[in-house]
């Protein structure tokens, strides 16, 4: 009998809820290509870190389409030009310094710093809004709509806007999603929402050069790097960016880390009494419970040997992130604590929102533990996304005795 590729069981929707016994078994074999012609699977730590600071090791989407894979690179079609995540250097570098002098670079996160006291608000207004229920679905009614309204006011959309732009997000999001992409009408909706964010943001970008204001589009319009500022279509492709790669994933990260602090409890308390621990109780998480489990999207350029094993020019890699995360060569104890996880991946292509993402995950995850009263899991494991690459829970239903 022949048994299905590893590859094959860890896309398998079955084993959504619980890869890791899968990740440990591709860790025995830390360079493996189990499918003919399919993608390289890298799961060991090191490798990994290794490949992401690799030059060897290309980001583009033209290379990633020659190397046969229509299926990503489709469901990131915005009709826009590719934004820096699909760039490699120089004109990644070039995008991304002009988008970090707004944002502030990672060490000094100063616009993102600057938001708390407003995060914290959407916080508690979320969480108001339960109203007197005594359940929650916490993704559709709280890690859901928090990253897009933060992204509004981050970008500098009109409060009057945010329903409309609310309504345009949700279905390009869903078009992301395998569970949705499939369905020709959901595709057919996702490409018109599309080409309305487009025009809409186009409209506030032209609004922003006119009369710049406070907010990251002005920066994004304003600002100049070296070679000059980003053009327009720049300026949207960016834009489109923060507002795809900043979504599903801090979703996934609230909703996996109340997940967990749900399942072990002692922790839940320890947050309660001392919401300093935040800080640390997300790091563990991005390593533990990571919401991009792989980076899929990477082509070699050159021949690169490793562990022994030739990785022809033209190959597709999958960067295993969770695999390596639980690495024990490098976690001494990897069910126990240790932040230097690739939960943001690594090197230049490194999660540029990531200072968002920890203040984000950090004040909801100490907002609700706070907040709700004894709250507990209706439903474990809950119901996965289909995703096998941005994997979180599609519901996380919670009860609890009310509000506090
Ligand atoms: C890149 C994870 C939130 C914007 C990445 C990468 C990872 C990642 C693994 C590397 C991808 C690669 O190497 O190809 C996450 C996780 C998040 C999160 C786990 C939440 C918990 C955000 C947010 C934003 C954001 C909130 C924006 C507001 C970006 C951008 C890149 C990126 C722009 C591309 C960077 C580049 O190519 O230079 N993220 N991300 N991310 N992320 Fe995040």
Not at 59 to 66: I, P
Not at 152 to 159: A, E, F, K, N, S
């Amino acid at each position: 009998m022949t048994h299905a590729s590893l590859l094959r069981r860890i896309t398998d929707y079955s084993n959504r809820a619980n890869p890791y016994p899968l990740y440990e078994e591709l860790r025995k074999t830390p360079v493996l290509q189990d499918e003919e012609g399919g993608p390289f699977l890298i799961s060991s730590y090191w490798d990994i870190e290794g490949l992401l600071h690799d030059p060897r090791i290309s980001s583009d989407a033209t290379n990633l389409a020659a190397a046969g894979d229509d299926e990503l690179n489709g469901a990131e079609q915005t009709g826009l030009p590719p934004s820096f995540i699909r760039l490699d250097p120089p004109e990644h570098d070039r995008l991304r310094r002009i988008a970090n002098g707004s944002f502030g670079p990672p060490h000094r996160p100063t616009r993102i710093d600057s938001m708390r006291p407003e995060l914290a608000q959407i916080v508690t207004d979320l969480i108001d809004g339960i109203g007197d229920a005594r359940e929650i679905d916490l993704v559709d009614q709280f890690a859901y709509p928090f990253p897009v309204t933060v992204i509004c006011r981050l970008l500098g959309v009109p409060r009057e806007d945010e329903p409309r732009f609310r309504a345009w997000v949700d279905p390009i999001v869903a078009g992301l999603d395998p569970d949705t992409r499939t369905s020709a009408d959901a595709a057919k909706t996702a490409q018109e929402a599309r080409m309305q964010l487009g025009m809409y943001l186009a409209g506030l970008v032209e609004e922003r050069t006119k009369e710049p204001r406070e907010d990251m589009l002005s920066d994004l319009v304003t600002s100049h790097g070296p070679d000059g500022a980003m053009t327009m279509m720049e300026v949207l492709s960016t834009a489109v960016l923060l507002l795809i790669a900043g979504h599903e994933t801090t979703v996934n990260l609230i909703t996996n880390g109340m997940l967990t602090l749900l399942r072990h409890p002692e922790f839940l308390h320890r947050l309660r009494e001392d919401p300093g621990l935040a800080v640390n109780i997300v790091e563990e998480l991005l390593r533990y419970e990571p919401p991009v489990q792989l980076v899929p999207q990477r082509t070699c350029i050159a021949d690169i040997e490793l562990r022994g094993v030739i990785i022809p020019k033209g190959s597709r890699i999958w960067l295993v992130l969770a695999a390596g995360n639980r690495d024990p060569e490098r976690f001494h104890d990897p069910d126990r604590g240790d932040i230097q996880h690739l939960g943001f991946g690594s090197g230049i292509h490194s999660c540029f929102g990531a200072p968002l993402a920890r203040l984000e995950t950090q004040i909801a995850l100490t907002e609700l533990t706070r907040r709700l009263e004894n709250p507990r899991l209706l439903e474990d494991p809950p119901p996965y996304r289909q995703n096998a690459v941005l994997r979180g829970p599609r519901h996380l239903n919670i009860g609890f005795d009310g509000l506090r």
